[in-house]
């Protein structure tokens, strides 16, 4: 690349990191416009909320990471420097901020690659383009969600090993810190560990330059297991979710529990683990074992599984994981990010074509783009095939199309063919991403539907939410979140009976659902239908978990039905409650 071209291809990334900004701008606006904006969702959630602890003083990991710990932490720092209001929109800018970086880093790696390989000036502009312009990545920026950071470590691990001549120690060790920080917020990062490591030392470093990069990282996930190991005596790098995680994708019934909705339905399933004589720890075990135990029973099922999940996670179609974010670009302030043009299945050729290019890089230390895509690819397939997991790729993926993109138009003018094996390769990208995968991974508006009940029953619309939850459940009956919330807008349209009915028609499929069993009672209560009320709470004390005070409101409901021969009889099985104070004011003692 001469000087004019470096002159162009500086305006080119200017220009399109000035679009970039553009984007982002455009996209905070629309999301102020609509409910998202206030209301963090399902893993979005939980991350502001353990925040929100951490900023009050307390400790929202008492017992343990079950989530990678480090998005909160950095949240609540940030949300601190803010003014010390766990404001979502202060998390969105963080993240906007982070990917509008994560561009710059793209196309400056881009642009290295374009020197090293002879490639067109535009390589880098292209590369930065393709990231910003792909829904996912900015409708994960938007949300309160670890892709924005762990893209951003991640890509600035890259740069550091790919940029200039030979990385010297400084900025090797920095490269595996990065990697190391961006595995406490999105540990799956750890997989593309040894393909760094790997690469620095066949790339002339040696094993030296490779042992100081792997230092690196031990450092920058040291704060994890440091306090793994001196709280809870346990020997684990980041988290304790993985359990869980590789179970939902590698069991018999795979289909189903990958895409489990958030809440009731989820819960149904981690009460399997009998979570009241489990700790966070030997709950992860119990997973993983499962897991591998159903593997062991059937090697032959799990291959199809994995082979199953290869296809999926290179299809054109962006698949769920808790959050479907096409409600969010159905209709509304947030439709036309749904229009960005980039999409994975046309992007997938050029990507292919290109990490053949950079994997035949003589100089080898290119060839940790596609090394690192091809490591992080298969941890999604052995775990879960998802958007969020997949969008941890797309700074590689846009390299890979910028280099493919750039080897076509030096062969096009010559009409020089790549070898038959490259058009092998790209043909199968080729056709990959457009055949037919599972109908369960489809956009279904009900989902968005049980969303916008949501929203009206925190506005206090009760007779909107009976709307939007009817046609939830209408369009997908099996919703059994959705027929709890209906219940509860019932309840407050003065409906006891329909809200029971719906009610009913959740513990019919998950009878261990303790907040729709206690809904229950409470609106037997209310209705003074003691019996019935005590129904409900005897069940209810039944589930796992500390229940004494529930139990306690069995034994009281069970005096003013009239049952007081069945209360004391329960008490004589459960002897530790003839204290509790409800059990006294029942007897009257």
């Keep these: 690349m001469d000087a004019d071209q470096d002159r162009r291809a500086r305006l080119a990334e200017g220009l399109t990191l000035l679009g970039a900004l553009g984007v982002r701008v455009a996209a905070w606006r629309s999301i102020g416009k609509t409910p998202y904006a206030d209301n963090p969702l399902v893993d979005a959630y939980t991350y502001w909320d353990q925040a929100r602890a951490l900023l009050n003083g307390q400790d929202p990991f008492a017992e343990g990471f079950y989530q990678p710990p480090g998005y909160p932490w950095l949240l609540a720092a940030v949300f601190r420097l803010a003014g010390g209001e766990a404001d979502p929109a202060v998390g969105r800018a963080l993240n906007l901020a982070l990917g509008l970086l994560t561009t710059a880093l793209v196309m400056l790696c881009g642009r290295a690659l374009a020197r090293r390989l002879q490639g067109p000036w535009w390589a880098g502009a292209l590369a930065g383009a393709v990231y910003t312009l792909y829904p996912s990545t900015l409708l994960f920026e938007l949300d309160l969600l670890t892709p924005a950071v762990s893209n951003a470590l991640f890509t600035g691990a890259l740069a550091l090993v790919l940029l200039g001549e030979r990385p ?73 979710n993985a359990g869980i995680n590789f179970y939902l994708g590698n069991n018999p019934d795979w289909k189903t529990t990958a895409f489990l909705r958030p809440g009731l339905p989820f819960r149904a399933l981690v009460l399997e683990a009998d979570p009241g004589a489990r700790d966070t720890f030997t709950r992860n075990d119990y997973w993983r074992e499962r897991a591998l135990s159903e593997i062991r029973g059937d090697p032959g099922a799990w291959v199809g599984t994995m082979l199953t999940k290869a296809v999926w996670s290179v299809n054109n179609r962006e698949i769920p994981r808790n959050e479907d974010y096409r409600c969010r670009t159905a209709d509304g302030p947030m439709a036309w990010l749904g229009w960005l043009p980039v999409r994975y299945g046309p992007t997938l050729p050029f990507a292919a074509l290109g990490a053949l290019v950079l994997l035949a890089d003589p100089r080898r230390r290119a060839s940790v783009i596609p090394m690192a895509w091809a490591s992080l690819q298969i941890g999604m397939i052995l775990f879960l095939v998802s958007d969020r997991y997949r969008v941890s790729t797309w700074p590689l993926v846009s390299l890979c199309a910028a280099v493919g993109a750039g080897e076509l138009a030096r062969r096009w003018p010559a009409r020089a063919l790549p070898p038959r094996g490259w058009v092998v390769v790209v043909g199968l990208a080729a056709v990959a991403p457009w055949l037919p995968i599972d109908r369960i991974t489809a956009f279904s508006p009900g989902w968005c539907w049980h969303q916008k009940g949501n929203f009206a029953l925190q506005e206090s619309d009760w007779a909107e939410a009976e709307r939007w939850y009817r046609k939830a459940v209408e369009r997908e009956p099996d919703n059994i979140g959705a027929w709890h919330w209906l219940g509860t807008a019932l309840v407050r349209l003065d409906r006891p009976d329909e809200a029971i009915e719906a009610f009913d028609r959740v513990l019919r499929d998950f009878p261990l659902s303790y907040s729709t069993l206690m809904a229950a009672a409470e609106t037997e209560h209310d209705r003074k239908r003691y019996a019935e009320e005590a129904e409900y709470l005897g069940k209810a004390c039944e589930v796992p978990g500390p229940r004494d005070s529930t139990c306690a409101r069995f034994v009281q409901a069970l005096v003013a039905a009239g049952q007081r021969e069945r209360a004391l009889a329960f008490l004589q099985q459960h002897p530790e409650l003839e204290d509790h104070p409800r059990v006294k004011r029942a007897f009257k003692r």
Excluded: Y
């Excluded at 900025?171 to 750890?190: E, F, K, N």
């Excluded at 031990?218 to 790098?237: D, E």
């Design 168 to 240: 010297g120690w400084g900025r090797t060790g920095a490269s595996g810190l990065l990697i190391g920080l961006a595995a406490m917020v999105h540990p799956t990062v750890l997989i593309a560990a040894p393909v760094f490591a790997g690469v620095l030392w066949l790339s002339g470093g040696g094993g030296a330059r490779a042992a100081v990069w792997l230092l690196g990282l031990a450092l920058g996930v040291a704060p994890t297991a440091w306090i793994n190991q001196t709280r809870w005596g346990q020997t684990a790098l980041v988290s304790h």
